[in-house]
């Protein structure tokens, strides 16, 4: 069973910076897809980035140019780099793994963590 911890979260000022972190447990090397999700008050939770069993990055366009995915070399912590922060980047962040094989932000992602909860103020 996938377990992820996120953590990193914190109230920053507009263009300011956040480096968030999930810790997997062993057994996250099973996924095949892992990624980083975000709800805003009262909006739709979304996609905002992605890494493929290849190694192949994928964005929103919302963050594209601005954060960025990646994992440590054991390939089991996933972070997410974000700079330039903006308001509309507010929102509670969660680390998902999914184990379904094909393009990344199409598959249904079964494991979650608790989220953490980043506020951009300007």
């Known amino acids: 069973q996938v377990q992820l911890v996120e953590s990193g979260g914190g109230s920053v000022q507009v263009g300011g910076s956040l480096r968030l972190s999930c810790a997997a447990s062993p057994d996250f090397r099973t996924r095949s897809c892992v990624g980083w999700f975000r709800q805003a008050p009262g909006k739709e939770g979304e996609g905002v980035a992605y890494i493929g069993s290849n190694g192949i990055t994928s964005y929103a366009d919302s963050v594209k140019g601005r954060f960025s995915i990646f994992q440590d070399n054991a390939g089991i912590n996933l972070y997410l780099q974000m700079n330039s922060l903006k308001p509309h980047d507010t929102g509670m962040y969660y680390c998902?793994?999914?184990?379904?094989?094909?393009?990344?932000?199409?598959?249904?992602?079964?494991?979650w963590g608790q989220g953490t909860k980043v506020t951009v103020s300007s």
């Open positions: 998902a793994a999914s184990t379904h094989v094909g393009n990344c932000p199409a598959l249904p992602f079964g494991y």
